[in-house]
């Protein structure tokens, strides 16, 4: 899809960065497409033409610019301007789903057909699915080069190429250069880090510091470790285990990510869930722009812009984190969900202060009696038929279930209601629509001073939030915690 040049022709002139990846620029004078962002000398307007993903850019015929490395942008925000179908596919690519299986089978996830999926895809990012899939681990790969030292048949593999050969001739195609040759060209920096960094981009503004806050207040102990600038933790991917310590660096508006896994064909796999877990993608000027036009929100969205949605890394460990916090305090939850990590969860020892436990997995729960731990008969019953079903495959906590039928498959669940599912929703799904409308403190904090909505009163007045409810939430916590502070 080609977009109108004079809508962009001002943050192309003066490289915004909140623009990096929300567009990409084909010179047709060079043949190679851009980041808006380049250093290099901006092309003539008459010169260049705008695509709105880097796929649509590539399968235009535009080969990736070797200085600003569209591979390193943070990519197409996956909610802005797209269909929920399409949303919902890119995620899934994201997840590696075209790398063995097809467009058949990604439709019919999708409950569309494949001419359908197509036609979405064509009308919105101006690619196909395969497309975007093959543009995605292309520059995986690319990315794999210039910033680790992993051996290039490893990178091949990792990225998602069913062979050597193919790898080879792709990038030898794309760039005129093998990866060999790439790689030798390639700046690598030194990290004391174990395992492999890579950098991961962001649209600025963002208050990483606010969610880093979120997180620290909600960290699982044993398992997670936050500082006031990283986020650490243990992750388990199957039978096998690593950790993950991400820091941030807001001068280049980009995260890095210290990763220590010993399959590295779950590279990628891990990198989609670190982005979602910060929420990368996000375009917070669109997203501030939106809820800012409310009055209610106005002040808020100005005095915190960037505000973005905490995800998790597992849908199951923060259902279990949602259900032990029905009722009690946070720090009370924290306590027994660590409680669960330490008896049930598996050991490990790492570089990283703080980590000592893998979270247990669904099978493992589902079969424990979490007994002596504190926690109450009714959340027990809970958490065991939530674990049994995922472990079943009856459940599934990831963004491959839409929202209005994940509630309603775990509301069925005795002893979780609508705001535990909606919770879940807004951290595990990463829909930025997903609203626990029951919520007291939500309630209050879109009432006059000294008033409480009902959860009834509270849905309408966010009709107008949708398709960023999920963002509204997060700005109504901040309003109340300000509040709160303002008045001790």
Same mark, same amino acid.
């Given at each position: 899809?080609?977009?109108?040049?004079?809508?962009?022709?001002?943050?192309?002139?003066?490289?915004?960065?909140?623009?990096?990846?929300?567009?990409?620029?084909?010179?047709?004078?060079?043949?190679?497409?851009?980041?808006?962002?380049?250093?290099?000398?901006?092309?003539?307007?008459?010169?260049?033409?705008?695509?709105?993903?880097?796929?649509?850019?590539?399968?235009?015929?535009?080969? @990736?610019?070797?200085?600003? %490395?569209?591979?390193?942008?943070?990519?197409?925000?996956?909610?802005?301007?797209?269909?929920?179908?399409?949303?919902?596919?890119?995620?899934?690519?994201?997840?590696?789903?075209?790398?063995?299986?097809?467009?058949?089978?990604?439709?019919?996830?999708?409950?569309?057909?494949?001419?359908?999926?197509?036609?979405?895809?064509?009308?919105?990012?101006?690619?196909?699915?395969?497309?975007?899939?093959?543009?995605?681990?292309?520059?995986?790969?690319?990315?794999?080069? #210039?910033?680790?030292?992993?051996?290039?048949?490893?990178?091949?593999?990792?990225?998602?190429?069913?062979?050597?050969?193919?790898?080879?001739?792709?990038?030898?195609?794309?760039?005129?250069?093998? /990866?060999?040759?790439?790689?030798?060209?390639?700046?690598?920096?030194?990290?004391?880090? $174990?395992?492999?960094?890579?950098?991961?981009?962001?649209?600025? /503004?963002? #208050?990483?510091?606010?969610?880093?806050?979120?997180?620290?207040?909600?960290? !699982?102990?044993?398992?997670?470790?936050?500082?006031?600038?990283?986020?650490?933790?243990?992750?388990?991917?199957? #039978?096998?285990?690593?950790?993950?310590?991400?820091?941030?660096?807001?001068?280049?508006?980009? =995260?890095?990510?210290?990763?220590?896994?010993?399959?590295? *064909?779950?590279?990628?796999?891990?990198?989609?869930?670190?982005?979602? =877990?910060?929420?990368?993608?996000?375009?917070?000027?669109?997203?501030?722009?939106?809820?800012?036009?409310?009055?209610?929100?106005?002040?808020?969205?100005?005095?915190?812009?960037?505000?973005?949605? /905490?995800?998790?890394?597992?849908?199951?460990?923060?259902?279990?984190? &949602?259900?032990?916090?029905?009722?009690?305090?946070?720090?009370?939850?924290?306590?027994?969900?660590?409680? !669960?990590?330490?008896?049930?969860?598996?050991?490990?020892?790492?570089?990283?202060?703080? =980590?000592?436990?893998?979270?247990? +997995?669904?099978? $493992?729960?589902?079969?424990?009696?979490?007994?002596?731990?504190?926690?109450?008969?009714?959340?027990?019953?809970?958490?065991?038929?939530?674990? +049994?079903?995922?472990?079943?495959?009856? =459940?599934?906590?990831?963004?491959?279930?839409?929202? @209005?039928?994940?509630?309603?498959?775990?509301?069925? !669940?005795?002893?979780?209601?609508?705001?535990?599912?909606?919770?879940?929703?807004? %951290?595990?799904?990463?829909?930025?629509? &997903?609203?626990?409308?029951?919520?007291?403190?939500?309630?209050?904090?879109?009432?006059?001073?000294?008033?409480?909505?009902?959860?009834?009163?509270?849905?309408?007045?966010?009709?107008?939030?949708?398709?960023?409810?999920?963002?509204?939430? !997060?700005?109504?916590? *901040?309003?109340?915690?300000?509040?709160?502070?303002?008045?001790?």
């Amino acid at each position: 899809m080609i977009l109108n040049a004079d809508d962009f022709e001002n943050a192309r002139q003066s490289r915004d960065p909140r623009f990096d990846g929300r567009f990409f620029v084909g010179v047709l004078t060079t043949g190679i497409y851009c980041r808006p962002v380049c250093p290099v000398r901006v092309p003539k307007k008459e010169n260049v033409q705008l695509y709105n993903s880097a796929a649509a850019a590539a399968a235009a015929g535009f080969r @990736p610019c070797l200085r600003c %490395r569209p591979e390193s942008s943070p990519g197409t925000p996956a909610w802005s301007g797209s269909s929920w179908k399409v949303s919902k596919a890119l995620q899934l690519i994201e997840q590696g789903c075209l790398d063995d299986g097809s467009v058949d089978s990604l439709a019919a996830q999708l409950d569309v057909g494949p001419r359908q999926l197509h036609r979405l895809f064509q009308e919105h990012l101006g690619a196909s699915p395969v497309d975007v899939a093959q543009t995605r681990r292309l520059h995986f790969a690319k990315k794999l080069i #210039d910033e680790t030292t992993m051996p290039l048949a490893e990178v091949c593999f990792a990225a998602g190429f069913g062979s050597v050969r193919r790898f080879n001739a792709v990038f030898n195609a794309t760039y005129g250069r093998s /990866p060999k040759q790439l790689r030798e060209k390639a700046r690598i920096e030194d990290t004391p880090h $174990t395992g492999i960094t890579i950098r991961l981009s962001y649209r600025p /503004p963002f #208050d990483w510091r606010a969610l880093l806050a979120f997180l620290a207040y909600r960290a !699982i102990p044993g398992v997670e470790a936050v500082t006031a600038t990283s986020y650490a933790r243990t992750i388990r991917i199957g #039978d096998a285990v690593g950790d993950v310590l991400v820091e941030f660096a807001a001068e280049r508006h980009e =995260l890095l990510a210290h990763i220590n896994f010993p399959d590295s *064909r779950h590279l990628y796999h891990i990198i989609d869930r670190l982005r979602a =877990l910060f929420d990368l993608r996000a375009d917070s000027v669109q997203i501030d722009q939106f809820l800012g036009c409310d009055v209610a929100l106005r002040k808020t969205v100005r005095d915190n812009p960037g505000l973005r949605v /905490p995800g998790c890394w597992d849908g199951f460990e923060v259902a279990v984190r &949602a259900i032990l916090g029905q009722q009690v305090t946070v720090k009370a939850a924290s306590t027994l969900v660590a409680r !669960i990590a330490t008896r049930y969860g598996t050991p490990y020892e790492c570089q990283h202060p703080g =980590l000592t436990h893998v979270f247990p +997995d669904a099978a $493992t729960l589902a079969a424990a009696t979490l007994d002596n731990l504190g926690i109450v008969t009714q959340r027990i019953a809970a958490i065991r038929a939530v674990a +049994d079903r995922v472990a079943r495959g009856e =459940l599934t906590i990831d963004c491959s279930t839409a929202t @209005p039928e994940f509630v309603r498959r775990i509301c069925e !669940i005795k002893g979780i209601g609508e705001w535990t599912a909606h919770y879940i929703a807004m %951290r595990a799904l990463n829909d930025p629509n &997903a609203f626990p409308h029951s919520d007291l403190i939500l309630r209050r904090a879109a009432a006059a001073p000294g008033e409480t909505l009902t959860a009834k009163q509270l849905l309408q007045r966010a009709e107008s939030w949708q398709p960023w409810r999920a963002y509204a939430v !997060i700005l109504l916590w *901040r309003r109340y915690q300000s509040l709160r502070d303002e008045i001790s």
